[in-house]
T-cell receptor, first 117, second 111 residues
Framework: AQSVTQLGSHVSVSEGALVLLRCNYS??????LFWYVQYPNQGLQLLLK??????LVKGINGFEAEFKKSETSFHLTKPSAHMSDAAEYFC???????????????FGKGTLLTVNP | DTAVSQTPKYLVTQMGNDKSIKCEQN?????MYWYKQDSKKFLKIMFS???????INETVPNRFSPKSPDKAHLNLHINSLELGDSAVYFC??????????FGSGTRLTVV
């Protein structure tokens, strides 16, 4: 079984400040990890993903995340927040790709990021 | 050139009615999903189809019935709608395990 815990349902930062959204996971198999962003009244857009290899992954819009196996974490960061970053962010976990696997994604409960001018 | 498209975008209906939501993807993906997002934004998987075969069926009331006529389409039919069915329903697709592509959602309101 897999699960995701996102610490903090709401994070508020000032424009230009560091963004840090926390995600911890639980998985009995090597995890594939994802961050998605959801803007109001829209679907989810993939920000970045970790599958294997380099543990620091870069995504769109200047976001990056680091997979830390020892801490079972996959925190999302951005050096400088923009007003346009205000949205709901979801961390998700899946198992490794296997032929015939269902690739089920289990999501965290989301973190709402607000950016203050 | 929409990748995953859902129709309708909004659906308002009375309790007890039967309704369908349609989903189509033009990405050549072989696995499609339905997720439900509740009022607290929590996303929960409902169903998954791989090449028209049902492979995930979570604990969803049997009033919900998915149907996949081909691997590019996954529809969701809901019988006897209840107030608690009000939510946003997302269709998604994937090829392999490299991240889903989501549709823009169908906001269902049962009154």
């Amino acid at each position: 079984a897999q699960s995701v815990t996102q610490l903090g349902s709401h994070v508020s930062v000032s424009e230009g400040a560091l963004v840090l959204l926390r995600c911890n996971y639980s998985s009995s198999v090597p995890p594939y990890l994802f961050w998605y962003v959801q803007y109001p009244n829209q679907g989810l857009q993939l920000l970045l993903k970790y599958t294997t290899g380099a543990t620091l992954v870069k995504g769109i819009n200047g976001f990056e995340a680091e997979f830390k196996k020892s801490e079972t974490s996959f925190h999302l960061t951005k050096p400088s927040a923009h007003m346009s970053d205000a949205a709901e962010y979801f961390c998700a976990v899946s198992g490794p790709a296997k032929r015939g696997s269902n690739y089920k994604l289990t999501f965290g409960k989301g973190t709402l990021l607000t950016v203050n001018p | 050139d929409t990748a995953v498209s859902q129709t309708p975008k909004y659906l308002v209906t009375q309790m007890g009615n039967d309704k369908s939501i349609k989903c189509e993807q033009n990405l050549g993906h072989d696995t499609m999903y339905w997720y439900k997002q509740d009022s607290k934004k929590f996303l929960k998987i409902m169903f998954s189809y791989n090449n028209k075969e049902l492979i995930i069926n979570e604990t969803v009331p049997n009033r919900f019935s998915p149907k996949s006529p081909d691997k590019a389409h996954l529809n969701l039919h809901i019988n006897s709608l209840e107030l608690g069915d009000s939510a946003v329903y997302f269709c998604a697709s994937t090829k392999g395990n490299y991240g889903y592509t989501f549709g823009s959602g169908t906001r269902l309101t049962v009154v």
